[in-house]
């Protein structure tokens, strides 16, 4: 599976309410470079959970709509005549 990467504007986000979490819920004052770190041990060990998560659920719309699909699709059936 491919590294998942970020843009910069997405990085320095994820870096400030990484810094705002600890400070806030952990009393604990971390530097970008730290969080920057963290962040990337969270996205190469817990990203592909919730990357495959995301698919699942995706999936899981897809096949609800498909099954939506089939039902418009018999709607359209014209009744045939003996």
């Keep these: 599976m491919k ?7 997405q990085k320095e986000l994820m870096v400030s309410k990484l810094k705002a979490y600890f400070n806030d819920e952990l009393n604990q004052d971390i530097g970008g470079f730290e969080a920057e770190f963290f962040i990337d041990f969270i996205a190469k060990e817990l990203g592909p959970y919730f990357y495959n998560r995301g698919l699942f659920d995706a999936q899981q719309v897809f096949h609800e709509k498909m099954e939506e699909l089939g039902y ?6 014209k009744p045939e005549g003996y």
């Design 72 to 77: 418009i699709i018999q709607e359209l059936e």
């Design 3 to 9: 590294e998942i990467e970020f843009s910069k504007a």
